[in-house]
């Protein structure tokens, strides 16, 4: 159940901050003070939760994709938590070091 919840809450907050991890530094520092910033909250918390479980529903090229591509440029908070995760997948999971090569090399 949580499994799900996890990967159901990366999603939207995903969908929600949509172009956010495209913007400038200033435009995400206006973006931080809004209301949407709880996203960026639970972001950081699922991000965290990964390293202990997997979500489900979205698969790990998607949430590879996610983490290096959009997440590593966002808030600090969020870009070091990603940064952390993947670099233990690199460490602890070597069936999906090829896929995080694949996507950092994109």
């Not at 913007?23 to 209301?35: A, C, H, I, L, N």
């Not at 998607?62 to 938590?81: C, N, T």
């Amino acid at each position: 159940l949580f499994r799900t919840v996890l990967g159901k809450a990366i999603l939207s907050a995903d969908s929600h901050l949509g172009q956010l991890f495209q913007t400038t530094r200033t435009s995400m520092d206006s973006f931080v003070k809004s209301e949407k910033s709880l996203y960026l909250d639970v972001l950081k918390i699922s991000i965290s939760c990964i390293s202990r479980i997997a979500p489900s529903g979205i698969s790990s090229q998607d949430l590879l994709q996610f983490l290096i591509h959009k997440s590593f440029h966002a808030d600090p908070r969020i870009g070091d938590e990603a940064k952390s995760l993947v670099i233990s997948l690199v460490r602890s999971r070597p069936v999906l070091r090829s896929t995080i090569i694949d996507s950092l090399a994109k």
